[in-house]
T-cell receptor, first 113, second 113 residues
Framework: DVKVTQSSRYLVKRTGEKVFLECVQDMDHENMFWYRQDPGLGLRLIYFSYDVKMKEKGDIPEGYSVSREKKERFSLILESASTNQTSMYLC????????????FGNGTRLTVT | DAKTTQPPSMDCAEGRAANLPCNHSTISGNEYVYWYRQIHSQGPQYIIH???NNETNEMASLIITEDRKSSTLILPHATLRDTAVYYCIVRAVTTSGTYKYIFGTGTRLKVLA
């Protein structure tokens, strides 16, 4: 089974802090994704990566950046955390083939105070 | 980008079939339809996907209309453990030729004892 592991289940940070959310997958997947999930808004795509060192903006990239130095690891960075970034963050991965489904981690609930 | 529309909530009696509809009227010819479900506090779990033919696996069946503008996920014998939020999503090709998955807000299915 594919395993997507997010480093923290719960995280509390202060406004202005730099925050790193880490995600690791163990199935050699080419594609990795970061979503945030908020009540009433569903899942919204922040950034995704289809190869090492490659990245593409999703629908809501403002205030975020990403890093993918190794194939198995995809990091989401909040350069200066703000309270409106309090949310559930979900990482996912997929093979690069045309119809490959996404596999999700269990999420990181980030609270910015 | 193709979008999906789902009813916000549905109830189903335990042991009966749960039929969850999804409208994706702007889907284009090469876009797949995927279904996921999310149980509280977990990441979304892949259920099934299809392009234009009906599909079945051990979890569910997927019926896609001939014009591909809508689909129905069928859980043949719903159990209490099927209570979850169900997402119908479309995978779209980006301008750079990569893929992204577009989530809506899902249907909250409640299976009643």
């Amino acid at each position: 089974d594919v395993k997507v592991t997010q480093s923290s289940r719960y995280l509390v940070k202060r406004t202005g802090e730099k925050v790193f959310l880490e995600c690791v997958q163990d199935m050699d997947h080419e594609n990795m994704f970061w979503y945030r999930q908020d009540p009433g808004l569903g899942l919204r795509l922040i950034y995704f990566s289809y190869d090492v060192k490659m990245k593409e903006k999703g629908d809501i990239p403002e205030g975020y950046s990403v890093s993918r130095e190794k194939k198995e690891r995809f990091s989401l960075i909040l350069e200066s955390a703000s309270t409106n970034q309090t949310s559930m963050y979900l990482c996912a991965s997929s093979l690069g083939s045309y119809n490959s489904p996404l596999h999700f981690g269990n999420g990181t609930r980030l609270t910015v105070t | 980008d193709a979008k999906t529309t789902q009813p916000p909530s549905m109830d189903c009696a335990e042991g009966r079939a749960a039929n969850l509809p999804c409208n994706h009227s702007t889907i284009s010819g090469n876009e797949y339809v995927y279904w996921y479900r999310q149980i509280h506090s977990q990441g979304p779990q892949y259920i099934i996907h299809g392009l234009k033919n009906n599909e079945t696996n051990e979890m569910a069946s997927l019926i896609i209309t001939e014009d591909r503008k809508s689909s129905t996920l069928i859980l043949p014998h719903a159990t209490l453990r099927d209570t979850a939020v169900y997402y119908c999503i479309v995978r779209a090709v980006t301008t750079s030729g990569t893929y992204k998955y577009i989530f809506g807000t899902g249907t909250r299915l409640k299976v009643l004892a």
